[in-house]
């Protein structure tokens, strides 16, 4: 594909990329605050669900979610997997602005720093690793993926026993892994439905790449519903999960797909450098949650509490 057409190209995947980061933004700050309004549950009970649904503010989210899932798959027919899902980064920003406008509180100036420098270090990422797509039309079989597919599995079977096991508030970040990683897997899959419909609209049902999908996909969305639920603050979860989700984009893309880096020494250094920045930005959101909820708490044992309509939400 020459330079021309991979420049038009972009220019349709990136707006929609944030577009469906925005989406996702919106739904986690909704979807969040309607879990609060009911019985905690086990993880993964689909009681959970059934008990939201008379929910207006969890329909909002789950429309926002239909929506942000819908320009994700325009981002990764147009674009690589390497752009579209870092992108979603950029939600962590979504989400605690939207989730400031529902509380009709001031946004916490931190975590939307922290937000801000992820979003900048992903664009010196972009700029510099300048990620193309090869083959994009070309049917790819799950059992090639093997290796990679058994290490993210132990991974999220890890997240969700110490989750079960352990009553620390550092579970809520067991579940956002483990969201994150299924949420990887998910769009990775979704990558090589988008280049099956390009040979035709039946041929996504030849293949175990769609049955596969409606499985994960499902899973992670309840997954996430525990996540926000049993998580304080929108912010830190959201962080986690959209810092992870767009990582096991890239090594699926990379390592599996046949997607290219731009990897020349010095281009190497940058795009590590970047790498850093949206990892310290990611480092101050959690680590600002985690004040913000020392003061929350802090704020539940006083006997007499006073207005909180300073309080900022994460």
């Known amino acids: 594909m020459d330079s021309t057409a991979s420049g038009a190209m972009l220019f349709i995947a990136v707006p929609a990329a944030l577009l469906g980061a925005a989406g996702f933004g919106l739904a986690s700050a909704a979807q969040q605050r309607a879990t609060k309004e009911v019985a905690v549950?086990?993880?993964?009970?689909?009681?959970?669900?059934?008990?939201?649904?008379?929910?207006?503010?969890?329909?909002?989210?789950?429309?926002?979610?239909?929506?942000?899932?819908?320009?994700?798959?325009?981002?990764?027919?147009?674009?690589?997997?390497?752009?579209?899902?870092?992108?979603?980064?950029?939600?962590?920003?979504?989400?605690?602005?939207?989730?400031?406008?529902?509380?009709?509180?001031?946004?916490?100036?931190?975590?939307?720093?922290?937000?801000?420098c992820c979003a900048a270090g992903l664009a010196a990422f972009l700029l510099l690793a300048r990620p193309t797509s090869t083959g994009a039309g070309e049917p790819f079989e799950l059992r090639s993926g093997l290796p990679l597919a058994i290490a993210l599995l132990v991974v999220v079977a890890a997240c969700?026993?110490?989750?079960?096991?352990?009553?620390?508030?550092?579970?809520?970040?067991?579940?956002?892994?483990?969201?994150?990683?299924i949420y990887g897997v998910t769009a990775g899959l979704m990558k090589i439905i988008t280049g099956q419909l390009r040979m035709g609209l039946d041929e996504p049902f030849r293949h175990l790449t769609l049955y596969a999908v409606c499985i994960?996909?499902?899973i992670g969305f309840l997954l996430s519903q525990n996540t926000f639920q049993q998580g304080r603050l929108v912010s830190p979860a959201v962080a986690v999960i959209t810092s992870v989700d767009p990582i096991v984009g890239v090594m699926i893309g990379v390592g599996w797909l046949g997607e290219q880096l731009d990897t020349s020494p010095a281009r190497l250094v940058g795009e590590c450098c970047a790498a850093l920045v949206i990892i310290a930005g990611i480092g101050l959101i959690s680590a600002r949650g985690s004040h913000l909820l020392h003061r929350?708490?802090?704020?539940?044992?006083?006997?007499?509490?006073?207005?909180?309509?300073?309080r900022a939400p994460g």
């Open 41 to 116: 549950t086990r993880t993964l009970s689909p009681r959970l669900l059934v008990e939201l649904l008379d929910r207006p503010m969890w329909l909002l989210g789950l429309a926002a979610t239909v929506l942000a899932l819908a320009m994700q798959l325009v981002a990764l027919a147009f674009g690589p997997l390497a752009v579209v899902q870092p992108l979603l980064v950029t939600g962590v920003a979504f989400a605690a602005g939207f989730s400031a406008l529902m509380s009709r509180l001031r946004p916490d100036p931190l975590i939307l720093f922290g937000a801000l």
């Open 160 to 181: 969700l026993g110490y989750a079960g096991v352990v009553q620390h508030s550092s579970r809520v970040l067991a579940l956002a892994l483990a969201t994150g990683v």
């Open 216 to 218: 994960i996909g499902p």
């Open 296 to 310: 929350l708490d802090a704020a539940d044992d006083a006997p007499l509490p006073g207005p909180r309509s300073d």
